[in-house]
């Protein structure tokens, strides 16, 4: 895999843009000169600064300021630290409902393997935005504007996390199928070890490659949940700046000459889901044994 890696020079800049990201990202407290968690370092009067480049420009605001005043290279950094953030924990959360629902109806078959899959299939006919805007929107009217994005975190990532899972059930699954028939699972019924440990400790490692692959691509798309949902006001509050949040914010004053406060976000956005989605396609081709690696 590292041979197949230093060999492709798509995936060795995906990496390189991914990894700057990410640590420019979460060391945003150390790096970013002002915090726009603060109200007390925001100023209005400093609402809508062009960068550094164009006249008018104020020295202190590298990439110029939003219509709140706040510093714009402050909030991507925090912001995007936020959605990834957001999709880390809604993937993990996606991976473990999915691999347990998938080892348990693969493992035990029957009517359980049954309902678990036509329960799946029923998740699947409904797209990942359509539940999750409805649940926030249910949400929103009963705990209240204030409660909601006071939390508005956790309800993220619980949603995303609970409309995907099926992805991960059905491949987990397919892989229990398979390994379940062969020797070495037979073998630890023999010594006696019971369901659980033969699930977890000697067909769930062999399902790891295809769970590798799956989460990539499903970081991505859970950022882009959380940045379409906060762009329709269902997702993170403008003051607690995300992705998603930060193009919405902005997005009244793109016709007004501050088209920068909604591009600059979401060219963030852009190059962070295409330099995931392309390290997925090369963990997907390089983890592939059908494949020739020379």
Not at 121 to 126: G, H, K
Not at 272 to 287: E, K, P, S
């Amino acid at each position: 895999m590292a041979y197949s890696f230093r060999r492709n020079p798509v995936a060795i800049v995906s990496l390189t843009v991914f990894a700057l990201i990410a640590v420019l990202s979460f060391c945003a407290p150390l790096i970013a000169p002002f915090d726009p968690y603060d109200p007390g370092q925001i100023d209005i009067m400093n609402s809508e600064y062009p960068p550094l480049w164009v006249n008018g420009a104020d020295a202190q605001f590298m990439l110029g300021t939003d219509d709140q005043g706040r510093d714009l290279w402050s909030t991507i950094l925090y912001g995007t630290r936020l959605s990834l953030l957001i999709g880390i924990c809604a993937v993990a959360l996606q991976a473990f409902l999915g691999i347990s629902i998938g080892l348990i109806a693969g493992y035990v078959g029957g009517r359980i393997d049954s309902l678990l899959m036509r329960l799946a299939d029923i998740q699947l006919s409904f797209s990942t935005l359509m539940v999750a805007i409805i649940f926030l929107a249910v949400t929103q009217a009963m705990f209240g504007s204030e409660t909601f994005n006071q939390y508005a975190v956790y309800f993220l990532i619980a949603v995303i996390g609970v409309a995907e899972w099926p992805q991960y059930a059905r491949t987990v699954r397919a892989t229990v199928l398979a390994e379940k028939k062969k020797e070495y699972v037979d073998s630890a019924r023999v010594l006696g070890f019971g369901p659980g440990r033969i699930m977890v400790r000697h067909i769930l490692p062999n399902s790891l490659t295809p769970i590798f692959v799956i989460s990539t691509v499903q970081v991505a798309n859970a950022i882009i949940s959380e940045a379409s949902l906060s762009f329709l006001g269902l997702g993170m509050p403008p003051s607690q700046p995300s992705l998603g949040s930060l193009i919405s914010s902005g997005f009244d004053y793109i016709f007004s000459g501050s088209w920068r406060i909604t591009a600059i976000p979401g060219i963030v956005l852009v190059v962070l889901v295409l330099v995931i989605n392309l390290l997925g396609d090369w963990l997907r081709d390089a983890l592939n044994p059908k494949l020739y690696k020379g």
